[in-house]
């Protein structure tokens, strides 16, 4: 098997070459389509990887009770039982406690998402703005604390949801409880049994946070690092004060930045997953509690491993990209008279 991936690789690897050598050799080739032999690879990994599933999910929701099962030779075929036009997103949108919360639990798994998005990106953004200026406006060490706040970007995210899962436990054994203590606050159950759905929640909040400040501060800090010194020689010229030098100079010019942070971040948040399963299981939800906190991505793979139905699977990843697709539209057009180039 090893020997077979290797020499796959390097056939690969020399049609390529050859190919570059050819285009070298032949000048009257034009150069979009140099430049699309030199984008293959790429391009290939893109059809393959995202185009494909795309493609496949919009083939799928229009069938009913989609399945893979094994055929008596061992080989997976699919298990049709009807087809529907709408059929598969309406028993997504109408599922239990899917958009609203059910008789039998406090929660649902649209408001779980939106509370992740409109809570954790607005102060993550906010907290990585106030980093970054702090950073850009010190001297000494300035590479170390860099390296310092980048590391949360590197680290495997399950692995942080495990640390987080250890600082928030219950009883005083819990690092963030132990801190409470030191001002006279009892302890309290965060994750486990016992633990309300907004101190759950919170844990969720905060974790997004920590994680996605990382980038957030590099990508800040090098549009401040990019800003002309004139702009802010002029400001101390007419003894500007920093909190409007910061909102009129620094703000404006890096808005770009601000708006692909926005952006991006939004649609991560949307895609939640990991920091559920790491901090509560597989179950999304404290011991004992009458709430979970499964997100949509969460849910989409309920649908995959319960092996119900991958059409339902389908449907719910569809109105996932349709609601990041009308966000990130609304973004656009608010972007177009909020963002300075």
Do not use: C
């Not at 034009?30 to 995202?50: D, E, Q, R």
């Not at 926005?262 to 997953?273: D, H, R, W």
């Amino acid at each position: 098997m090893k020997n077979t991936l290797q020499n796959w690789v390097w056939s690969t690897r020399n049609f390529f070459v050859r190919l570059k050598e050819k285009l070298h050799l032949n000048p009257n080739l034009p150069t979009w389509a140099k430049a699309l032999v030199y984008l293959s690879p790429a391009l290939i990994l893109l059809a393959v990887f995202t185009f494909y599933p795309i493609l496949n999910a919009f083939r799928l929701v229009v069938y009913t009770g989609y399945q893979h099962i094994r055929s008596v030779d061992g080989t997976l075929v699919e298990s049709i039982t009807g087809y529907t036009l709408f059929g598969n997103f309406a028993k997504v949108l109408s599922a239990d406690n899917f958009i609203l919360p059910s008789s039998h639990t406090n929660s649902s798994v649209l408001l779980n998402t939106l509370a992740i998005v409109f809570i954790s990106v607005p102060i993550s953004i906010f907290a990585s703005l106030f980093v970054a200026a702090t950073l850009n406006s010190i001297k000494p060490l300035k590479s170390f604390f860099q390296t310092i706040f980048f590391l949360p970007y590197i680290t495997n995210t399950l692995a942080i949801g495990l640390v987080f899962a250890y600082m928030f436990k219950s009883g005083e054994s819990g690092i963030v409880n132990q801190f409470f203590m030191l001002f006279g606050i009892s302890p309290v159950s965060w994750i486990e049994r016992g633990a309300t759905y907004w101190r759950a929640m919170t844990v969720l909040i905060a974790f997004g946070v920590w994680d996605g400040m990382a980038f957030k501060i590099m990508v800040f800090l090098s549009g401040m690092q990019g800003i002309d010194a004139q702009y802010y020689q002029a400001a101390a010229i007419d003894a500007t004060p920093k909190r409007r030098v910061f909102t009129k100079i620094t703000v404006p010019m890096i808005s770009p930045m601000i708006f692909y942070i926005v952006v991006t971040s939004v649609i991560g948040a949307f895609k939640t997953y990991s920091s559920v399963v790491a901090i509560f299981g597989d179950s999304a939800t404290p011991s004992g509690a009458n709430y979970n906190l499964k997100t949509i991505v969460f849910h989409i793979y309920d649908y995959i491993y319960s092996g119900e139905d991958l059409s339902l699977a389908a449907a719910a990843s569809i109105i996932l990209f349709a609601i990041i697709l009308a966000l990130t539209l609304l973004q656009m057009h608010i972007g177009k008279k909020r963002v300075h180039y």
